[in-house]
């Protein structure tokens, strides 16, 4: 049996052929299963969409480790200004995803701009990327963290043992997915639940924060540009570190197709997300400061916990608990976005069609999430995270850039496409020459872990010519797709999303 992707696909050489039927086979008969429109629907409100902005930029860095600014700057003064800046350049390169969201009313994000803008093979690669690598390996980092600290208040005395967190982690991975899998609307509710939650956390640090700054205790900010001096070597590590702490504006664009009146919604959720949490990153980095010297916060392994300590006595022990429910929300929120980018990728003929096919009750894309729970288990166990991450950091950077200079590319290439919201074009020139830029740069300061991302994302090119461009597979290797394929529909009770879904 051999069927079509829902969509007509990018390329003719997809190795998704066939006639789609929009129904689930049965494995003894021709009979349909299920009949009636299966789609992925419009539920994700304004509120909801602030949720999944700030729920997923908010995860555990700011209270577990914000000295990647600090060590590579060398001076309180210029960090808070880093910090500053790079809320700025996110907010810029937010507004640009504003109007892209607008003009481009699919879901998908990066890979769906840049397939707009520059074509199929950046498009894959982009996705091939992200598939194999960042995103199993960034959930796995970000579970980790929830994993170590809803355990801390259970080991507040010794040693948590390793398998013990790692055990954890799995299961909350586990459950994300299974959430994201059974209901787009309790996904959601979560996701608002877990944001109050984040907030609440920056508040406990925030208020007595400034309380500090009321009683006089500014010796930390004395001579605040005093220190170490900032090389132009470390500008990139001191971009990326702040850049990943505030990555995840980008995600509300990854499910487009599922936002309520998106011309209005995605501006101002960007807006109000951004502002919330650029206010919020810099007051807390002023707070820790009051309490903390820049030396003790470079060697402390938990800088929320260390300023909890020392202000708030039992009440600190609140703060784990609070760091674990963050990284939760990350974990729900990446989850929830990124499985949209797997999805429009199948449809569009780049990964399997089983990935773009909805479940048929609870209308959830049901194998685009969980495809990933075996890629970030075995990250999990037996990956080398950071290295990875740090290896392909400038790849996520290079592809959001480029997603930038596309929607230069397409004012000029195509000025008669209505654009509801529309930004200067000094704002996605600034931001994807400030991208590109520090890409170029990191490649002359860190050539060795830049060469080895830019080694493994140019395995995405040989792959696009394997298995999509490639039109002369053999006849048993695609009756042997096509049967797995029907098997994994059953088992998953999922079929294609009608075509008159797309808005």
Same mark, same amino acid.
């Given at each position: 049996?051999?069927?079509?992707?829902?969509?007509?696909?990018?390329?003719? =050489?997809?190795?998704?052929?066939?006639?789609?039927?929009?129904?689930?086979?049965?494995?003894?008969?021709?009979?349909?299963?299920?009949?009636?429109?299966?789609?992925?629907?419009? @539920?994700?409100?304004?509120?909801?969409?602030?949720?999944?902005?700030?729920?997923?930029?908010?995860?555990?860095?700011?209270?577990?480790?914000?000295?990647?600014?600090?060590?590579?700057?060398?001076?309180?003064?210029?960090?808070?200004?880093?910090?500053?800046?790079?809320?700025?350049?996110?907010?810029?390169?937010?507004?640009?995803?504003?109007?892209?969201?607008?003009?481009? @009313?699919?879901?998908?994000?990066?890979?769906?701009? /840049?397939?707009?803008?520059?074509?199929?093979?950046?498009?894959?690669?982009?996705?091939?990327?992200?598939?194999?690598?960042?995103?199993?390996?960034?959930?796995?980092?970000?579970?980790?963290?929830?994993?170590?600290?809803?355990?801390? &208040?259970?080991?507040?005395?010794?040693?948590?043992?390793?398998?013990?967190?790692?055990?954890?982690?799995?299961?909350?991975?586990?459950?994300?997915?299974?959430?994201?899998?059974?209901?787009?609307?309790?996904?959601?509710?979560?996701?608002?639940?877990?944001?109050?939650?984040?907030?609440?956390?920056?508040?406990?640090?925030?208020?007595?924060?400034?309380?500090?700054?009321?009683?006089?205790?500014?010796?930390?900010?004395?001579?605040?540009?005093?220190?170490?001096?900032?090389?132009?070597?470390?500008?990139?590590?001191?971009?990326?570190?702040?850049?990943?702490?505030?990555?995840?504006?980008?995600?509300?664009?990854?499910?487009?197709?599922?936002?309520?009146?998106?011309?209005?919604?995605?501006?101002?959720? /960007?807006?109000?997300?951004?502002?919330?949490?650029?206010?919020?990153?810099?007051?807390?980095?002023?707070?820790?400061?009051?309490?903390?010297?820049?030396?003790?916060?470079?060697?402390? @392994?938990?800088?929320?916990?260390?300023?909890?300590?020392?202000?708030?006595?039992?009440?600190?022990?609140?703060?784990?608990?609070?760091?674990?429910?963050?990284?939760?929300?990350?974990?729900?929120?990446?989850?929830?976005?990124?499985?949209?980018?797997?999805?429009?990728?199948?449809?569009?003929?780049?990964?399997?069609?089983?990935?773009?096919?909805?479940?048929?009750?609870?209308?959830?894309?049901?194998? $685009?999430?969980?495809?990933?729970?075996?890629?970030?288990?075995?990250?999990?166990?037996? =990956?080398?995270?950071?290295?990875?991450?740090?290896?392909?950091?400038?790849?996520?950077?290079?592809?959001?850039?480029?997603?930038?200079?596309?929607?230069?590319?397409?004012?000029?290439?195509? &000025?008669?496409? &209505?654009?509801?919201?529309?930004?200067?074009?000094?704002?996605?020139?600034?931001?994807?020459?400030?991208?590109?830029?520090?890409? $170029?740069?990191?490649?002359?300061?860190?050539?060795?872990?830049?060469?080895?991302?830019?080694?493994?994302?140019?395995?995405?090119?040989?792959?696009?010519?394997?298995?999509?461009?490639?039109?002369?597979? &053999?006849?048993?290797?695609?009756?042997?797709?096509?049967?797995?394929?029907?098997?994994?529909?059953?088992?998953?009770?999922?079929?294609?999303?009608?075509?008159?879904?797309?808005?």
């Amino acid at each position: 049996m051999l069927r079509k992707a829902a969509v007509t696909t990018v390329s003719n =050489g997809s190795y998704l052929q066939g006639e789609s039927n929009g129904r689930l086979p049965a494995m003894d008969s021709g009979q349909p299963a299920q009949e009636g429109k299966v789609v992925l629907k419009k @539920k994700v409100t304004l509120l909801r969409g602030i949720s999944i902005i700030i729920g997923t930029i908010i995860g555990a860095g700011i209270f577990i480790s914000p000295k990647g600014i600090l060590k590579n700057t060398g001076s309180v003064g210029m960090s808070l200004i880093l910090w500053t800046a790079c809320g700025i350049l996110s907010l810029f390169g937010a507004l640009c995803y504003a109007e892209l969201g607008t003009c481009i @009313k699919k879901s998908g994000g990066h890979y769906t701009y /840049i397939l707009e803008a520059f074509g199929p093979l950046p498009a894959f690669v982009r996705m091939w990327v992200e598939l194999l690598v960042i995103r199993p390996a960034a959930t796995a980092v970000i579970s980790l963290a929830f994993g170590r600290y809803i355990l801390e &208040p259970f080991f507040m005395h010794c040693e948590i043992p390793e398998l013990a967190i790692k055990l954890i982690t799995a299961v909350g991975i586990t459950l994300v997915m299974v959430l994201n899998s059974t209901s787009v609307s309790w996904s959601a509710r979560i996701q608002i639940f877990l944001t109050f939650c984040k907030l609440v956390a920056i508040l406990i640090i925030i208020v007595p924060g400034v309380i500090q700054l009321i009683k006089g205790e500014t010796q930390h900010f004395k001579n605040a540009f005093a220190g170490n001096d900032a090389s132009v070597m470390g500008l990139p590590l001191a971009f990326y570190s702040g850049m990943y702490a505030y990555s995840g504006w980008f995600y509300l664009n990854f499910v487009t197709e599922e936002v309520e009146n998106p011309e209005k919604n995605i501006p101002l959720a /960007i807006c109000i997300s951004m502002i919330i949490v650029t206010v919020g990153y810099v007051l807390t980095n002023v707070a820790y400061f009051t309490t903390i010297s820049a030396g003790e916060l470079l060697l402390s @392994k938990a800088v929320a916990v260390t300023f909890a300590e020392r202000l708030m006595g039992d009440f600190s022990l609140a703060v784990p608990v609070l760091v674990a429910l963050s990284c939760f929300g990350s974990m729900n929120g990446g989850i929830f976005a990124v499985s949209r980018m797997f999805f429009v990728a199948s449809r569009e003929g780049h990964l399997p069609e089983i990935l773009s096919m909805i479940h048929v009750r609870k209308h959830t894309p049901l194998p $685009a999430v969980i495809v990933l729970h075996p890629l970030t288990m075995i990250m999990l166990f037996n =990956g080398d995270l950071y290295s990875l991450l740090n290896f392909l950091s400038f790849a996520r950077w290079l592809f959001i850039g480029l997603a930038v200079a596309g929607l230069i590319y397409l004012r000029y290439k195509r &000025p008669d496409m &209505p654009r509801p919201f529309k930004v200067p074009l000094f704002i996605p020139a600034l931001f994807s020459f400030t991208c590109l830029f520090m890409v $170029a740069l990191s490649l002359y300061s860190d050539p060795v872990n830049t060469g080895i991302g830019f080694a493994i994302t140019l395995t995405g090119v040989p792959a696009y010519y394997l298995f999509i461009v490639w039109d002369k597979k &053999p006849k048993w290797f695609r009756k042997l797709l096509d049967r797995v394929t029907e098997i994994l529909q059953i088992l998953l009770e999922v079929i294609p999303p009608e075509e008159d879904q797309k808005s």
